[in-house]
């Protein structure tokens, strides 16, 4: 893919997220007495826009050192993000329909303390994931910079390893979450089973956990493929390094590293003197 055609595929897509996302804040901070809950919610939305604009800053040529297949899976996160950003602010829309002047009616306020908690909760969780998986991309773009602008250091290597550990964790927590979203969403339709008519509320949980499922298969595929590019880099640097030694093994627990041929003396300790063994002339 051409470097110029990547830049402006992710700017295609960013952007319009990127708005979306401040529309979304925007009509947050609106509101004068929003709970707790909405207000995290708003300071979530604002660590996105700098997740964002940070990918947006991304070269074209990190682009080409992270790949075809990161750079697919990062438009498709962006658009998740957009979506989910979309749906909260039309719930939004709907939960405030009884407020005026930038202030929750009591209604309003006990409906959402009530009866909005799993909502938000859901969104609060697809916006920290969106966060996360596109931090991990900038992040992962910056180190691939550092491995080709510069020889690689033990230092860096060292860096190598704290990111893969990184991305592995980011990976456990998907998956821990993924198991809980199938587990909420066995359990909503089970009740939608027990019951006549699916209601509107029922309806709307489902399909918000649903899509919450949905974004954290995206994520969690594209965290599996930087870690497979972290991997790939860690096996580059001890090349580049010199890390990698024959062993020999003498007998059952001594190792050590083959020499080859030496003709410079031999040391060996005897009673903790060291003793040279000269070659014989």
């Not at 992270?66 to 979309?86: M, P, W």
């Not at 909005?116 to 909760?121: L, N, P, T, V, Y």
């Not at 909503?188 to 954290?216: C, I, N, R």
């Amino acid at each position: 893919m051409d470097p110029l055609s990547i830049t402006a595929s992710v700017a295609g897509v960013a952007i319009p997220a990127l708005q979306c996302v401040q529309h979304l804040r925007n009509d947050l901070e609106g509101i004068l007495n929003a709970p707790s809950d909405i207000v995290s919610v708003r300071e979530d939305l604002l660590t996105i826009e700098q997740a964002i604009t940070s990918v947006q800053n991304i070269s074209d040529q990190q682009w080409e050192s992270l790949g075809k297949a990161v750079v697919a899976q990062s438009e498709t996160g962006l658009k998740l993000c957009k979506k989910s950003s979309s749906k909260f602010q039309a719930a939004i829309d709907r939960w405030t329909m009884h407020s005026d002047d930038g202030k929750l009616s009591w209604r309003d306020r006990a409906m959402i303390g009530l009866f909005r908690q799993d909502q938000i909760k859901s969104t609060s969780t697809q916006l920290q994931n969106c966060k996360m998986t596109l931090t991990s991309v900038v992040s992962t773009a910056t180190l691939h910079s550092s491995l080709q602008q510069t020889k690689v250091a033990e230092n860096l290597t060292q860096m190598i390893s704290t990111k893969e550990m990184e991305i592995t964790a980011a990976i456990t927590t998907a998956k821990k979450q993924l198991d809980e979203v199938n587990t909420k969403l066995e359990d909503l339709h089970l009740a939608a089973q027990d019951e006549d008519e699916e209601d509107l509320d029922q309806a709307s949980a489902t399909s918000q956990v649903e899509f919450e499922k949905f974004a954290l298969k995206k994520s969690l595929e594209l965290l599996q493929e930087l870690l497979k590019g972290i991997q790939a880099a860690a096996v580059d640097a001890r090349k580049d390094q010199g890390c990698v030694a024959n062993t020999s093994t003498f007998g059952d627990y001594n190792q050590g590293v083959q020499a080859g041929v030496s003709n410079a003396p031999i040391y060996f300790s005897t009673d903790g003197f060291s003793v040279a063994a000269n070659k014989a002339n």
